[in-house]
């Protein structure tokens, strides 16, 4: 029994210990609690008003600088920005009607170029041909065309927005560049080809017309190639077919027959002779005749 009560006596005094224990924990939680309750209110508070000084402050200086800004740009001269010319176009002029008239591009075509879809191309039924790889692209058209063709394949991709379409999303994904030519021309050629015959036939008859020209140019030059050979012969026949006969009539004099000269015309010559001294040292004619020669043959070599 004794025992009995001493252990209910310390289980007892246990409890109260306990229970003591509990409410001061308690106790001291509370307070802990209120004391970080406190705490974290000062804290906040003070978070709060350190965050307003520095906004006030941020503001303050914000517009310090504005003011400054605003003096210094009334103060400085703002310098004036030349005007930038425009930049030229890179893209080519767009063809004239007359250009496209004559290239084939009408409202027909358009109009049934609308009408088609991208599979009337895609399906059509063409069979792929060797490609020809030393065949080169200018204008981003296969040169493989005809010169008729190239040109009218450029203009419509330009004017003809559904064709530029239509070739971006199929070449060279779903076929060469030179089938889908192929298949475009097949299928707008009842409203293509009579402009390309009459672009061939005006080639065709001015190349006859410069080839005409050409001939009557060198029927021209050669007519006057001929005369000029003519005239160079009849003057080289006017002139002395002797040169070393002409030579001798000129130093010798003409020694024709007496005929050509009137009668009676000796007597001026005859008193000429009379008028000089017989010891005036004169020479024979035969002299004379032997001077004369020697001179025409000095003559004869000094000649080219």
């Known amino acids: 029994m004794d025992l ?3 252990a209910r006596a310390f ?3 246990a409890a109260k210990r306990s229970q003591e224990l509990s409410a001061e924990a308690a106790k001291r939680s509370s307070a802990l ?3 970080t309750a ?3 209110k000062e804290i906040f508070s003070e978070t709060a008003t350190k965050s307003l000084e520095i906004a006030a402050e941020a503001t303050k200086q914000a517009d310090l600088l504005a003011g400054q800004i605003k003096r210094l740009s009334t103060d400085l001269p703002v310098p004036s920005i030349p005007a930038i010319p425009p930049i030229p176009s890179a893209v080519a002029p767009e063809a004239d009607a007359a250009e496209l008239e004559r290239y084939g591009i009408t409202e027909d075509l358009r109009e049934f170029v609308k009408g088609m879809t991208i599979s009337t191309l895609r399906d059509f039924p063409l069979q792929d041909e060797p490609e020809m790889s030393d065949v080169p692209t200018v204008s981003n058209v296969r040169q493989d065309l005809n010169e008729w063709q190239a040109r009218h394949a450029a203009l419509v991709l330009s004017a003809v927005k559904e064709i530029s379409k239509f070739r971006y999303e199929l070449c060279p994904r779903y076929m060469k ?3 889908f030519w192929q298949i475009y021309f097949l299928l707008v050629s009842n409203y293509t080809a009579l402009y390309e015959n009459k672009y061939f036939e005006e080639l065709k008859v001015k190349a006859e017309e410069k080839k005409d020209a050409k001939k009557e140019i060198s029927e021209i030059s050669q007519a006057s190639t001929a005369e000029q050979k003519d005239m160079k012969a009849q003057s080289k026949t006017s002139t002395s077919t ?3 006969h002409d030579l001798d009539v000129f130093l010798l004099g003409d020694l024709g027959s007496d ?4 009668d009676g015309d000796d007597g001026g010559l005859d008193d000429d002779f009379d008028k000089i001294d017989g010891t005036s040292g004169l020479e024979s004619d035969d002299d004379e005749k032997e001077k ?3 001179k025409a043959e000095s003559a004869k070599e000094s000649l080219p």
Do not use: C, F, I
């Open 177 to 179: 560049e030179r089938k």
């Open 4 to 6: 009995w009560e001493r």
């Open 33 to 35: 609690v209120s004391e």
């Open 38 to 40: 406190k705490k974290s």
């Open 11 to 13: 289980a007892g005094e």
């Open 292 to 294: 004369a020669a020697g």
């Open 259 to 262: 005929d050509e000269g009137p």
């Open 242 to 244: 002797n040169p070393e």
